[in-house]
């Protein structure tokens, strides 16, 4: 088991679109492909994407399905937000928001094909 790495897992809608989306919009490497469950790795990130049919897209004891979307996101730190974000929208990426400042720094929010979010955030000058 390799402690250095971080799992964080998406319930989406379309595994292959979800590959093609992380893949190309942000520079995720893929790892296992199956029509139900794929990973995608971004340095030390290693992201689950788990379609309906995969094991945690099983219902819960009281009926309750498994859904993407939310608020819970990945973090990806940039060091140009204004860049990236004219990168993304030449891709036709969609937004969540505009970008918002902060005390820590400037952050935006884009969604996924699923309605997952990945939140793109460049810290403040020190």
Known sequence: ????IVNVRYMINDVAAAVDF???HFGFEPGIVSPA??????GN???LLSGRASSAGRPMPDGEQ???GGWN??????????????????EGVPFRN??????????VLV???SGNLIELFQPAAP
């Open 66 to 68: 498994p859904q993407p």
């Open 45 to 47: 990130l290693r992201l």
């Open 98 to 107: 505009r970008i918002v400042s902060g005390p820590g720094g400037r952050q």
């Open 22 to 24: 992380y893949t190309r």
């Open 37 to 42: 469950f794929a990973d995608v790795t971004r």
């Open 73 to 90: 996101r990945i973090h990806l730190i940039t060091a140009d937000i204004d860049a990236e974000v004219a990168r993304l929208e030449g």
């Open 1 to 4: 088991m390799n402690d250095d």
């Open 111 to 113: 969604t996924d094909p």
